[in-house]
């Protein structure tokens, strides 16, 4: 199956955001959920999946002045697909595009993506923002349902602003340092002073604060709770 959703942004005569596309087919449909300075789309859950194969392609596009937040209704189950003896499917792939222009806000923090025992996944995300802009997103990845090992996963985040390359950070299932694994990128940088962290292979983080400007964190923990947790002791207050 192939899901696609596009969502196009804008900024009205009044400082609201207005959607001027909003469109999503195959398993996910889309919904406005709150309208105003911020303008918020939930991502709803059509069907099951995504199986080995199957895509995802999601793209943002943030008009100058426009605030767009994007969550979604419940977590991504990626499941294995069905194979028959000497057979071998590609991964299932959920691609992420975000452009922002200046002045534009964009906020994405989606429900986990949990990869299930047996499956396939691979992600990326490609953002490319204004310099004076403002991004945050977040990914989850979860290795198992309770009790079951990990799926194999990669992720790919890659953030460029019109001032060049900022950020880059490829994660796996067999170099993830734990069950649950939360990035966060953000542009501009959150915090001017390096977080000194410390971690263990159960729970901890790694902050990054690439030359070019930005601020990339990678959490993780054995549950969603602990790995939320970490990420929200680095967040400023």
Do not use: K, Y
Not at 198 to 206: E, L, R, S
């Amino acid at each position: 199956m192939h899901t696609a959703v596009e969502v196009f942004a804008v900024a009205d005569e009044t400082g609201n955001t207005r959607l001027r596309r909003s469109f999503g087919d195959g398993s996910l449909a889309v919904r406005a959920t709150a309208v105003g300075r911020w303008t918020t789309v939930h991502l709803v859950g059509t069907a099951a999946g995504p199986l080995d194969g199957d895509t995802i392609g999601i793209t943002l596009d943030v008009a100058s002045g426009a605030a767009l937040r994007l969550r979604s209704a419940a977590a991504t189950v990626a499941l294995p697909g069905r194979r028959h003896p000497g057979d071998a499917l590609s991964p299932a792939t959920i691609a992420l595009t975000i452009r922002v222009a200046t002045g534009g806000f964009v906020d994405v923090d989606l429900e986990p993506v949990i990869v299930t025992s047996g499956a396939h996944l691979s992600l990326t995300t490609r953002i490319e923002a204004a310099a004076s802009s403002s991004v945050h997103v977040v990914e989850t990845v979860i290795g198992g349902r309770h009790g079951e090992a990990s799926g194999r996963w990669a992720s790919d985040v890659r953030l460029a602003t019109d001032l060049g390359a900022v950020a880059h950070q490829s994660l796996d299932d067999l170099i993830g340092p734990g069950r649950v694994v939360i990035t966060s990128v953000s542009w501009p940088s959150p915090a001017s002073e390096p977080v000194e962290v410390t971690g263990d292979d159960d729970c901890g983080a790694v902050v990054c604060f690439p030359a070019a400007g930005g601020r990339t964190v990678t959490a993780w923990g054995p549950t969603l709770a602990t790995a939320r947790a970490t990420l929200a002791d680095l967040s400023p207050r």
